[in-house]
């Protein structure tokens, strides 16, 4: 009876996610080993983190107009932030970026409760978005995206790095305000 109980949860699980490659992902599975569902880390594109001004960051997974538009238009490229999702994939959640118009302050969200105060309060979303999905909680071997503000400078600064988190605190003026999400760190592992 166990010998016929295996294939058939395979075959389950195969087909409830047919429609999505799952070949490299959920068949290397070990079966009942895990019920997180996960996106395609293959998938994933780097988010990269642009400085305007002094305490303007945009975070961005287009290439394009990363080199394009904004390098040229005075913005400089700082580091990749993280890995995040173009397409969604299961278990992902819109990343939201909202722009203040007055002070040009930039927003990212992943919570519809933030995303509705924030359009009542004068921001408006950036064009296209979401661009980027990212996971609501850490599952997956994502890690915390944490966000952290200064209200002086109108900073809104996102970071997947402890180190640069206390930075910021202790040197910047910033201020933990909560984990925006989780992100796929770069390199597979979290060190720092
Ligand atoms: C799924 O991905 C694998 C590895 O990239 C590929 O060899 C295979 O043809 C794909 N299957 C489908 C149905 O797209
Ligand atoms: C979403 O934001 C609201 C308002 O800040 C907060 O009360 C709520 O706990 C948040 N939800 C999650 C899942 O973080």
Redesign the pocket.
């Known amino acids: 009876m166990k010998h016929i109980l295996l294939p058939l949860l395979l075959s389950v699980t195969v087909g409830l996610t047919s429609g999505r490659n799952i070949t490299s992902i959920g068949a290397a599975r070990p079966a009942g080993r895990s019920a997180e569902t996960c996106g395609n880390p293959a998938n994933t594109f780097p988010f990269y983190r642009m400085l305007g001004g002094t305490a303007e960051y945009l975070y961005i997974a287009d290439t394009t107009i990363v080199n394009t538009e904004l390098r040229s238009a005075g913005w400089t490229l700082q580091t990749i932030a993280g890995l995040v999702f173009v397409t969604q994939e299961v278990s992902t959640v819109p990343f939201y970026r909202l722009n203040l118009k007055a002070g040009g302050e930039i927003f990212y969200t992943a919570?519809t409760?933030?995303l509705t105060?924030a359009l009542n309060n004068g921001y408006s979303l950036a064009i296209n978005d979401p661009e980027v999905y990212i996971y609501?909680t850490q599952i997956c071997g994502s890690v915390p995206f944490y966000y952290l503000k200064n209200a002086v400078k109108k900073g809104n600064f996102y970071t997947v790095s402890e180190s640069e988190r206390l930075a910021f605190i202790a040197n910047e003026g910033y201020t933990d305000v909560?984990i925006a999400g989780y992100v796929l760190p770069v390199g597979g592992s979290q060190c720092d």
């Open positions: 919570n409760t933030e105060n609501p909560e």
